[in-house]
């Protein structure tokens, strides 16, 4: 329930609780004090329909026609007796007084001390007059008029109405009553602030307690929400946000870790070199080149590490540019078949120089296209037989290209009859710096970047790169990159 939701309830039930209550006590005061309500009813109560018929006012305002034109009607018994009757029938009675004499009362009027009250109303300069009477702790409303019998002798009609059994009742309880509503008033509002500020309040400390957890560097205390409301939301929003600042600091770390591993291993790399450079100086500052043919074998040894050196940075560099999406892809679509038989006629002219055996099966579609950055992907497919090159240790090396294409990708093998890798260091081959052999003494040169940035490469192209390998028989190196298709999902 949203926070806006419980306010409206909460503010309708201000109004609503207080009203319900006060009823219900006004009913209850009224047994207790009154007796049973339809006893009550029938006591003062009449037909709404039979009064509409026998209506107060047109019974009023006969007899004072009857007072003013034909008094000598309200001597008459039998007349006075209807008029009573039906005057009872709305709760009023009638009294007649003649000079100080009572010449008629209501014999329905069963209080007759109201007739002391009415001896004090002898007010002749009014012909009808409406009041309201208390006496004995009740209240009554009193028309009277004043007339002249025919022997000129002052008279006074009384109609005495007792007054409405509710509105007696509210001015007989009304402090009662007052007290009530206020007493009712402060015990809801007081309820219904204390609950609903306990449903946003406490939220909010929890949501305060988990803030200053933060601060102190506590990111693993998870933040429990409850709440359905607002307050929720802003929880959950807070919690993810919790999660993210965690998994940020994290991976800050991570990086950390993983700057400090970097510059450890370029350090190494680097010192391998350097140090033999520097030893071939003092070699030839020494004069252990003693004649012109070992001062150039030196020479050609410094020119040599110096290469690597420059080759490493070169690596480094391309490496960090790929780590941070810096270095750009040039895309191109282009007939896959033609480039993967172009590549492959290179490769054949390279390797046999080398003496290493080369074979290409292509199961490739002539009309199959692809959109990748050649040069790219010309130099993964070089530091893979790069690095096959380096490791093979048989007699008869062979390298083997395999393409085929298979829902929707290009799947690419090349595989050597290396010296093969131990299966606990496959899932490392592609770490940067990462050599099988734990001393890293660079005996087969290298950076132990190319692995590196070929996964990096492949990745740029939505691709994915794996490495299969049994020691002692050799490596294949699996590639897999998206082909493309038209609009009707079919291969271009």
Same mark, same amino acid.
Do not use: C
């Given at each position: 329930? @949203? %926070?806006?939701? *419980?306010?409206?309830?909460?503010y ?36 709404k329909?039979?009064?509409? +018929? ?17 008094? !000598?009607?309200?001597s ?19 009294v ?18 109201l007739?002391?009250?009415?001896? +004090? ?15 004995? *702790? ?9 007339f &002249?019998?025919? +022997? ?17 009742f ?18 809801t509002?007081?309820?219904l602030?204390?609950?609903?500020s ?6 909010l ?5 988990? &803030? ?7 990111l ?5 929400i &409850?709440?359905?409301?607002e307050?929720?939301?802003? !929880? ?5 946000m ?11 770390l ?12 370029? !350090? ?24 012109? +043919? ?8 410094i ?8 080759h490493? %940075? ?27 038989a ?10 046999? *120089?080398?003496?290493?055996?080369f ?19 010309r ?6 037989? @790069?690095?096959?090159?380096?490791y093979?240790?048989? @007699? ?7 393409a ?9 093998f ?5 010296q093969g890798?131990?299966?606990a ?10 050599r099988?052999?734990? !001393? ?15 996964r990096?490469?492949?990745e ?6 794996q490495?299969? @390998?049994?020691k002692?028989?050799?490596t ?17």
């Amino acid at each position: 329930m @949203s %926070i806006r939701l *419980k306010l409206i309830l909460s503010y309708a039930a201000m109004l609503i609780v207080p009203l319900v209550l006060m009823v219900i006590l006004a009913l209850l005061l009224t047994f207790v004090f009154k007796g049973d309500l339809q006893a009550l009813h029938e006591k003062y109560g009449y037909s709404k329909d039979y009064y509409e +018929d026998h209506s107060l006012e047109r019974l009023v305002k006969e007899i004072g026609r009857t007072a003013k034109s034909n008094p !000598s009607m309200l001597s008459d018994s039998a007349y006075l007796r209807e008029l009573s009757e039906e005057l009872d029938l709305t709760n009023s009675n009638l009294v007649i007084r003649k000079e100080n004499q009572y010449e008629y009362v209501s014999p329905s009027l069963k209080n007759k001390d109201l007739l002391s009250v009415l001896a +004090d109303y002898k007010d002749r300069g009014t012909s009808r007059k409406n009041e309201t009477l208390k006496y004995d *702790k009740e209240s009554v409303n009193m028309t009277l008029y004043n007339f &002249t019998y025919e +022997d000129h002798q002052p008279g006074t009609v009384f109609i005495v109405t007792s007054v409405n059994p509710v509105i007696h009742f509210v001015q007989k309880f009304a402090f009662i009553l007052f007290l009530s509503l206020i007493f009712i008033l402060i015990l809801t509002h007081t309820l219904l602030t204390y609950f609903v500020s306990r449903s946003i309040i406490r939220p909010l400390n929890k949501l305060k307690d988990a &803030t200053k957890r933060i601060k102190s560097g506590d990111l693993n205390s998870e933040l429990q929400i &409850t709440n359905k409301d607002e307050i929720g939301e802003l !929880s959950l929003a807070f919690e993810q946000m919790r999660v993210r600042l965690k998994n940020s600091i994290e991976t800050q770390l991570q990086y950390e870790e993983n700057r400090k591993e970097l510059v450890s291993n370029i !350090s190494h790399d680097l010192r391998t070199p350097l140090t033999a450079i520097r030893g071939y100086i003092d070699g030839i500052g020494d004069g252990i080149a003693d004649t012109p +043919d070992k001062v150039k074998k030196y020479m050609d040894i410094i020119s040599l590490k110096a290469e690597e050196m420059d080759h490493l %940075i070169d690596e480094l560099f391309l490496y960090s540019k790929l780590d941070l999406n810096r270095l750009p892809f040039h895309f191109e679509e282009i007939n896959l078949h033609s480039f993967l038989a172009d590549w492959s006629e290179e490769l054949l002219f390279e390797l046999n *120089k080398q003496g290493v055996q080369f074979h290409s099966h292509l199961q490739i579609a002539e009309e199959t296209k692809i959109s990748i950055d050649r040069d790219k992907i010309r130099r993964v497919f070089s530091n893979i037989i @790069s690095n096959s090159l380096k490791y093979m240790n048989k @007699s008869e090396k062979e390298i083997e290209l395999k393409a085929y294409e298979a829902r929707g990708q290009l799947v690419l093998f090349i595989s050597d009859n290396g010296q093969g890798i131990d299966a606990a260091s496959l899932p490392y081959v592609f770490e940067r710096f990462y050599r099988e052999d734990p !001393s890293r003494n660079s005996v087969t040169g290298g950076s132990g970047l190319g692995l590196a940035i070929a996964r990096q490469m492949i990745e740029g192209h939505r691709g994915s790169i794996q490495a299969e @390998s049994v020691k002692g028989v050799g490596t294949s190196i699996r590639i897999t990159l998206p082909l493309i298709f038209n609009e009707e999902g079919d291969r271009i």
